[in-house]
């Protein structure tokens, strides 16, 4: 069964950098749709960032022209570069993969914290 398994979280303070990392060791990583999702204390688990299997982009509107998404074929890893972080941007952060055929499988998380 495959899995994913997500990397690059940690404390940074406002206006930092981070870049989250997700292995896929699945065989299908190439056909998936990959996303980052996010998820605050109190609150429900929102998209952040999807990238389709032919490379195309969503974000959500408050992380625009601050968080870029990205694969790499190759290494069966999708990333999340995350700059000008703010405290708002505090979250445990969920990789997601949607393959053509069978269930949507999540990471198990990795946690972004900003601090002001």
């Known amino acids: 069964q495959a899995q994913l398994a997500e990397s690059g979280g940690g404390l940074v303070q406002a206006g930092g950098s981070l870049r989250l990392s997700c292995a896929d060791s699945?065989?299908?990583?190439?056909?998936?749709?990959m996303g980052w999702y996010r998820q605050a204390p109190g609150k429900q688990r929102d998209v952040v960032a999807v990238i389709s299997r032919y490379g195309s982009t969503r974000y959500t509107d408050s992380v625009k022209g601050r968080f870029t998404i990205s694969r790499d074929n190759a290494k069966n890893t999708v990333y999340l570069q995350m700059n000008s972080l703010k405290p708002e941007d505090t979250a445990v952060y969920y990789c997601?993969?949607?393959?053509?055929?069978?269930?949507?499988?999540w990471g198990q998380g990795t946690q972004v914290t900003v601090s002001s």
């Open positions: 997601n993969a949607e393959p053509i055929y069978g269930r949507i499988y």
């Open positions: 699945g065989s299908t990583f190439r056909t998936n749709n």
